[in-house]
């Protein structure tokens, strides 16, 4: 799938996600301990072994002219609902719409009844998300995180949007790297 | 079948968590620990594991953390009915036990339990020299050891590297099982109230921030890596032991969950404080189980007069050089589930007719 002209967008392996993602959380040094997915504060409503027989996970990038320049993932926390997990756009390709396309397909992956998508944005970024239709969740307000002082950044915040994915689906169906539609 | 269940059906093989797209394929493997073949709960109704084994130890740094619990088979009868028979049960397994004496208000109350039952039961007391050693009950036999600090951070270490657990207090519980030739009772589950970084051991309201409330309340039952840390220490010693005695059977867990003092607090605390209340004072009211073991055992010292909680800045100093020198050791050992309140209650059969919170109008359900 293509966003701004000649960006490419698509999944790829897990393994080489998450050391090309890990400046985003500060751990270059350290990716082998990036897990597939996590919590969210009590986001994940599958427990147990429904862990490893329901989550499917997207480790997603953006290439242009061959070129790794963007990255992020998408998993569902639910049978309704999905988790943006990382959005890293290499800095000199900001503000392209690299993200924003990244998140779009990611999202366009999953059928109904899939509906709705969250993330948590860092406060810097949440007038961005907004724009691409995220709001922050009823009731949440900016949240503390571990290395939010590190990366100069007050807080997180829960968003959501609700998305429907029929359409755009067809347009991935014939990837090779598409997940197989229903 | 249902849309979402085929669409993971039809991806699951390459993009579930242990799906071709996602596994890992060089990554440093650890040897797996010898197979289960002691019941740590009834039945072994309570399961953990990473990625697709169960009762094992993490192979590799981003493995995940599992817990499963079973469905209670009848209505429990209260909590003091079902600790009672879940005490009864283990002698019927086990036979003489041992507990640890690490001064807290769970070894009392299976001390407790013991006595009303005649059952045998033997004390374990570890004193570590130089420290204070916890108060033992003169009614029942005891077994006291002194060890020194070093020899203490010696086993922390041997535990550590075998059980994948980077905290010393669990490793001093472990060691009180080791010194015992009997199939030993770690007291170690909710009530030990253990704090790992911003977890709590048992349940948390994750829209409790340190100082602030940061949406609506949102309950997880916590299932802790390092709370099994033990069933893997006896896993690779290849002995008996009961780690998670409020755990034993899903009719105590259930009596647990549905005691009125725990449905009292929870209904509060799912109330938003009022104005002029901040957060930490209000998360400082929130209780924990011990009012519900305290309602059984009324009479029972449900203080804690253990090292763990001791305020002895030279051990705690002590401790925090340990605890680091161990995660540098096994890092990435600090995993944990969050199972949703409502659903976890919903599996126990209890029903709450209050709102608590977030359930599955904000993150969807789960069709079962």
């Known amino acids: 799938m293509s966003g701004p002209s000649g960006l490419r967008i698509k999944i790829m392996a897990f393994a080489e996600w998450r050391r090309e993602i890990s400046p985003l959380w500060l751990m270059e040094g350290s990716y082998r301990f990036i897990p597939r997915t996590i919590d969210g504060y009590g986001q994940m409503q599958y427990v147990g072994t429904e862990l490893l027989q329901r989550i499917l996970l997207f480790p997603i990038c953006a290439e242009y002219e061959g070129e790794r320049i963007g990255w992020t993932s998408i998993y569902n926390i639910s049978d309704q609902a999905v988790r943006v997990r990382g959005i890293y756009v290499l800095p000199e390709f900001r503000s392209n719409g690299v993200g924003r396309s990244m998140v779009n397909f990611a999202m366009d992956l999953w059928p109904a009844p899939w509906k709705r998508c969250f993330m948590y944005a860092r406060a810097s970024n949440i007038e961005r998300y907004k724009r691409w239709g995220f709001t922050i969740s009823p009731g949440h307000k900016l949240r503390p995180f571990e290395y939010g002082e590190a990366v100069n950044e007050p807080g997180i915040a829960l968003m959501q949007k609700d998305f429907r994915g029929q359409v755009s689906r067809d347009q991935v169906a014939d990837s090779a790297d598409a997940p197989r539609a229903v | ?368």
């Open chain 2, 1 to 368: 079948m249902n849309p979402p269940a085929a669409f993971i059906s039809q991806n699951i093989e390459r993009f579930g968590l242990l799906g071709a797209n996602n596994v890992v394929p060089d990554e440093e493997e650890r040897e797996p620990l010898p197979p289960c073949t002691c019941e740590f709960t009834k039945g072994n109704h309570f399961r953990f594991g990473f990625d697709g084994r169960e009762f094992n130890r993490r192979k590799f740094p981003a493995a995940k953390y599992w817990a499963e619990y079973g469905r209670p088979s009848r209505p429990h009868d209260g909590f003091l009915a079902e600790f009672t028979r879940a005490m009864s049960e283990i002698e019927d397994l086990y036979g003489p036990v041992s507990v640890s004496n690490s001064g807290n208000g769970l070894g009392r109350t299976v001390i407790a339990a013991a006595k009303d039952l005649g059952m045998s039961i033997e004390q374990i007391t570890v004193g570590i020299t130089g420290y204070p050693t916890p108060p033992h009950d003169e009614a029942i036999p005891n077994r006291h050891y002194q060890i020194t600090w070093d020899e203490f951070a010696e086993f922390a270490v041997e535990f550590c590297h075998v059980a994948g657990c980077s905290e010393p207090w669990i490793a001093l519980e472990a060691y009180h099982g080791h010194v015992s030739d009997r199939p030993h009772i770690y007291p170690v589950t909710a009530l030990s109230l253990l704090s790992f970084g911003r977890k709590t051991s048992f349940i948390h309201n994750n829209s409790l921030s340190d100082e602030d409330i940061v949406g609506p309340p949102n309950w997880s039952y916590i299932d802790l890596e390092p709370i099994t840390a033990i069933n893997r220490w006896l896993l690779a010693c290849g002995r008996k032991g009961i780690a998670q005695i409020l755990r034993w059977s899903p009719e105590l867990i259930a009596a647990q969950f549905d005691a009125e003092a725990f449905r009292s607090w929870l209904r509060q605390a799912s109330n938003p404080p009022p104005p002029s209340v901040d957060a930490a004072e209000w998360r400082a009211k929130l209780g924990s189980m011990r009012s519900v073991v305290q309602e059984a055992y009324p009479n029972l010292d449900m203080r804690s007069r253990s090292l763990a909680t001791s305020e002895d800045p030279e051990l705690n100093g002590k401790i925090q050089e340990l605890q680091r020198r161990l995660r540098r050791a096994n890092p990435g050992c600090l995993g944990w589930q969050c199972y949703p309140l409502h659903r976890f209650i919903e599996r126990l059969g209890i029903r709450f007719d209050f709102d608590f919170g977030q359930t599955e109008d904000t993150y969807g359900y789960v069709r079962t």
